[in-house]
């Protein structure tokens, strides 16, 4: 046939399973370097601007960063002990995901609550959210 396309053929289905399966692990297995990063950036941006933020609001959100990630933290700990099979990857996926979401949220919601008059104070805000997000990537 002219024009026609070739056919491709799909990876078999175990191939995606365990490659979502691996995705997932390394997610979930990265929430200390997300951690780290996430409370290296609040504390930096926390005592940047210190004088423009109430410290009763700097608590509350960092409380939540800190609730958060201990979540994060009890969902790896309970993936490592149910060493689950590659078919349960998007059952555990999306829990990790839940947290991910709200980690993103907290960062949003600094980014406009905290965000203050001094174009230089504006730059940090923009530059923690950068480092935050490339604290979050995974090296391996």
Avoid: K
């Avoid at 349960?88 to 965000?115: C, E, K, N, P, Q």
Wanted: glycine share 8%; charged share 15%; proline share 6%.
């Amino acid at each position: 046939m002219r024009g026609a396309m070739p056919a491709i053929n799909a990876p078999p289905r175990a191939l995606l399973t365990r490659a979502l399966a691996d995705e997932v692990a390394t997610l979930i297995g990265s929430w200390r370097q997300t951690t780290l990063s996430m409370l290296l950036g609040a504390l930096i941006l926390c005592v940047v601007l210190r004088e423009y933020i109430a410290p009763r609001d700097m608590a509350l959100w960092i409380g939540a960063i800190l609730a958060n990630q201990a979540w994060r933290g009890a969902l790896a700990r309970s993936y490592r002990r149910a060493n689950p099979l590659p078919e349960d990857a998007v059952r555990w996926g999306t829990r990790s995901a839940v947290g991910s979401t709200i980690a993103g949220t907290l960062w949003g919601i600094a980014a406009v609550a905290f965000y203050p008059d001094s174009a230089a104070h504006q730059a940090l805000i923009i530059v923690s959210l950068f480092g935050v997000a490339l604290g979050g990537l995974n090296p391996r």
